[in-house]
């Protein structure tokens, strides 16, 4: 199959996945297309198969903001049209959804098809996308979508319930790339950050308000005043310089390291001895997925599709939204015992192996064919 792939370009998970889904299945032999405004992160070396359209906005002094979704859609219009694409696959409904249904609309008035894809991937439904400046276009071009996909049965429960969604939606969850995110011996970084065998707790995100990161401090701080540790902040985001403050004012900076952005985040997780996620909202938790692929046990809250992916008692603990109690409480019994440290990581193992992305690219592949089918059918019958 020919298929174009839209996402946002940068380290967010629903970029990452696209990406890894393009990546996937341009090994397998389909012709893959991304078009988008920056080169995606893990797009980051050549691959037979794979090609990038950078989508420009033109500037104009007229303009306050340079019209992006003007500027894609023609782009979307062009790329499917020169390159034949059979399939428009988009990831974040906002505003993916709505520009490939005026690139669907523009074709269609040239007399040309292209089914769309939309997967929807957390905020896109459960925070952004019900905002008011928003809802209409997101319910509508949800609807519009030949093919809707969403992360987890939450996400999926979390849409029908805020949108008047008419079609079906397919869960088709986050995956692992075992060759990637496997537990290696990084001996020799684990010696650099906690030279005195100090536990190493790790936590990975966009550092927007949604994860919570002041409640990742909170939880180090409490189990600081138990067992000697160190705590691995890896991302960045709009609430680092508060969370900076944060550390500065508990006096625990030369116990945090702020990493940033992180290209190769799995050696860190492969020295990491808890992984600690106490997110507000997550429609899945990709970055605890990885954590348990490299045998972390996981302490997270229990929102969303957190549950779905880190079984309480048995990959690591859930709490409530902001039981930070609690959750240092659940740290400190992990880390405290090796025994249960060390089945709680098998189990984490085992449990990211359900999500090996040998079993779920296969989902993508299925469902491109059903929509395909679906559509020959009706462009005849029509
Ligand atoms: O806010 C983020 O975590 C980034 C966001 C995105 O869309 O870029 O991630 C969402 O999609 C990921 C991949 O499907 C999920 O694993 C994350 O759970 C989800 N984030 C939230 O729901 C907050």
Redesign the pocket.
Known sequence: MKIGIVC?P?F??????ATEIGKGLAEKGHQIHFITYRQPVRLDSFQENVFYHEVSSHDYPLFEYAPYETALASKLVDVIKYENLDLLHV??AIPHAAVAYMAKKILLSEGRYIPVVT?L????I??VGQNASYAPVVAFSINKSDGITA??DS?KKATLTHFDIKKEIKVIP?FIDFRRFQKRNKDHFKKAIAPDGEKILTHV??F?K??RVEDVIHIFKAVYDKIPCKLLLIGDGPERQNIERLCRDIGLCHEIRFLGKQDAVEELLAISDLFVMP?G???????A?EAMACEVPVISSNV???PEVNIHGETGFLSDVGNVKEMAENAIKILENEELAATFGKNALEQAQRYDIKHVLPLYEKFYLEILENEVHKTTTA
């Open positions: 946002y940068t967010g998970g629903s970029g990452v996945v990831h974040y997967t991937h957390g905020t896109d459960t925070l992360v987890s996400l986050n995100s966009n927007r949604v994860k997110s909202s997550e429609s899945f938790g990709l970055a997925l969303g599709g957190l």
